[in-house]
């Protein structure tokens, strides 16, 4: 084993940093010594370096189990630029990349392989599984794993069936959000015994919590820029929102970009390196956005719609202030956002008997047959798909995302995913091609400056467009995707690279077999069991949103758990008890800057919020309204009040 010199070591190394984080050491020093854990860190609290570190001191290869193909993405590049060689297997790989994958852990060419759920049931992968010198099993979001999680995947209670192939291999599970009914679920279905649970305390003294009510999300959103300040994350559900507000608050002189799964992998690249660089003031993302940011200076989050569950919340909400300092993580609210969100619940949740009839239409719609399809991924139109089979279009995409949440399909635009690519030839019949045909011969210098040996042992996913930019970048002449394109399918018939360009638009990926008619697993137990429990997760969420007399931060930390907590004293319902009425002295001093202000213009009470920004809002409000109580100032058109 390891000392705790060696550990230090590896940490600064690797990751630059001269000591662990609270919990952090222990947890890998457990994990030394071959024992299982479950770790239970809240956003920010370094859950990978728990078990990074230890697996980079054991020989062998660590296995990674990640729901996510973004953050496995993001944590392959990661370990990468941090020269640990790292690959991902995922659903939507073909058998010859899966297998390139599989034969470069077997033979040692990597120290960490990130896999999804669905693979520790498929055969080729528990072949290969048996012949790599594992050294841990990690299994990241393992709420996951449990019926009580906000994303149940089957797939997930087949993990345990690897312990008998990996004797005396130590099991670290991490989660950043589980209530104490989900920590057992993992602790049983995960076999980690004896019961070992490293958990620190949920609370962000730093974080401040508050829910504001407002129909006018916009103004609510540009007041609450101005007066914070530094940079923030903007949260919608809708990438067409994302787009439209972006647009909206650079006129009107805020710094904003968007960011969601349309957007292609360079695209998306540049916009948060923009906003990491703090060239951008503002991100403007759906949930896409944030998995693997390592950004500490975020001053504020702010969701503009209500979230699926307080898990996700809580994720969301503490990507800010991750340096230490005072940042706040605001949900602003109206009336109509609990309609919405109950609208779109049971949209969520179409009858089971649709549910199967909309699977079946979709392996024939791709033309697979039960038994097979597994990995195959498809072009997929779904209004084509509704019209080919007398489908209703909203009720279709409800099921379709159902199947998804239950790890049968997985959808994604074809600008996510990237076409796939891999070098056939050697180093020699490159450099004899490349002398050969200079047109070519360029596009494959770029592709070796940017990824060096690693296309001679897997497949990597890779962007025309970006290829196009930097082989116009090289020489100085302008070429397109069209011109990339044009050469990688030369490149491929002459047996230089292995090119598999996606079909554009949306695609469907088989994450398993096609199941057999009678097979499909969809009990009306589990379908009724997963129904409640989501409704139970919304309205915690209704809750935390229309809660008056609870301090936002208890709130939470009691979801998850933890009942002993003290109200944090700065929320805004930590305010309003403080302050369920103005001092005198608090009303002198509001009048005296009130009066002059009134007395100049009519305004509205908003205005004259951004008028006296150093001013708290609900004691801004409460006097406000006692003037209005007292007829000292009176309306002038309905939204505007002048002094009397």
């Known amino acids: 084993m390891e000392t705790s010199k060696d550990i230090h070591r590896i940490l600064q190394e690797y990751w630059g940093y001269k000591q662990f984080r609270p919990l952090q050491q222990d947890i890998v020093e457990y994990v030394l010594q071959g024992r299982d854990a479950l770790a239970l860190l809240p956003t920010g609290g370094g859950k990978s370096v728990c078990f990074q570190v230890p697996a980079m001191a054991m020989p062998g290869i660590c296995i990674v189990i990640s729901p996510l193909i973004a953050l496995m993405k993001d944590q392959v590049e990661n370990l990468r630029k941090r020269g640990i060689p790292a690959a991902s297997l995922y659903s939507g790989l073909s058998r010859q990349e899966a297998e390139a994958v599989l034969n470069g852990a077997v033979h040692g060419r990597y120290k960490f392989l990130y896999v999804s759920p669905e693979r520790c049931r498929n055969a080729m992968f528990l072949a290969h599984l048996q012949r790599m010198k594992v050294c841990l099993l990690a299994v990241d979001e393992a709420h996951c794993i449990s019926q009580w999680g906000y994303d149940f995947r089957p797939p997930y209670l087949q993990i345990a069936d690897l312990r008998p192939l990996l004797p005396g291999v130590p099991l670290l599970a991490l989660t950043a959000t589980a209530t104490p009914e ?385 109200p944090c004293g700065f929320c805004d319902v930590c305010l309003h008890r403080r302050h369920p009425v103005p001092t005198k002295q608090d009303r002198d001093r509001l009048l005296a800057e009130i009066k002059p202000l009134l007395q100049e213009n009519a305004v509205s009470l908003r205005e004259l919020s951004d008028l006296l920004p150093e001013e708290d809002e609900n004691l801004l409000r409460l006097v406000w309204e006692e003037l209005l109580g007292e007829e000292r100032i009176v309306s002038q058109d309905g939204q505007r009040f002048r002094w009397t």
Request: hydrophobic share 35%.
């Open 182 to 566: 989900v920590v057992e679920d993992i602790l049983e279905k995960l076999l980690i015994r004896p019961k070992k649970v490293f958990q620190k305390s949920f609370m962000r003294e730093n974080l401040v919590y508050y829910v504001i009510e407002d129909e006018d999300k916009m103004g609510r959103l540009e007041r609450i820029v101005r007066k914070v300040g530094g940079c923030g994350i903007v949260y919608l559900r809708s990438r067409r929102k994302t787009e439209s507000l972006a647009e909206a608050l650079c006129k009107r002189g805020i710094s904003a970009t968007f960011y969601h799964a349309g957007l292609d992998h360079g695209e998306r690249s540049r916009r948060q390196q923009a906003w990491v660089e703090n060239q951008v003031q503002l991100m403007v993302a759906t949930n896409a956005f944030g998995m693997g940011i390592d950004k500490p200076d975020v001053r504020f989050v702010v969701h503009l719609d209500l979230p699926d569950t307080l898990e996700a919340y809580f994720q969301e909400a503490g990507r800010a202030g991750r340096d230490g300092k005072k940042a706040f993580a605001l949900l602003v609210y109206h009336a109509s956002d609990r309609e919405t969100a109950l609208e779109n619940f049971e949209k969520s949740y179409p009858p089971p008997a649709f549910i199967r009839r909309v699977y079946a239409a979709a392996g024939n719609y791709c033309q697979v047959p039960p038994g097979s399809g597994e990995g195959s991924v498809f072009a997929f139109d779904l209004r084509d798909f509704c019209h080919t089979y007398a489908l209703p279009v909203p009720e279709t995409a409800s099921a379709l995302a159902f199947l998804e949440r239950a790890g049968y399909f997985r959808f994604s635009d074809s600008v996510e995913e990237g076409s796939k690519l891999r070098f056939t030839a050697n180093y020699e019949e490159i450099y004899r091609y490349q002398v050969a045909y200079p047109e070519s011969g360029l596009l494959l210098q770029v592709l070796l400056r940017i990824y060096g040996g690693r296309l001679f042992s897997g497949y990597e996913s890779v962007s025309e467009k970006e290829l196009a930019r930097y082989c116009s970048r090289t020489d100085g002449r302008e070429r397109d995707e069209a011109w990339v394109k044009k050469h990688l399918a030369v490149l491929h018939e002459r047996s230089i690279v292995d090119y598999r360009p996606l079909p554009q638009g949306p695609l469907l990926t088989f994450v398993v077999e096609r199941c057999k008619p009678g097979l499909f697993f969809l009990p009306p137990e589990v379908y009724r069991e997963r129904k409640e429990n989501a409704r139970r997760k919304l309205d915690a969420v209704i809750g935390y949103a229309t809660e008056h007399s609870l301090c936002r931060s208890r709130y939470l930390l009691q979801y998850f758990g933890e009942e002993k907590s003290q």
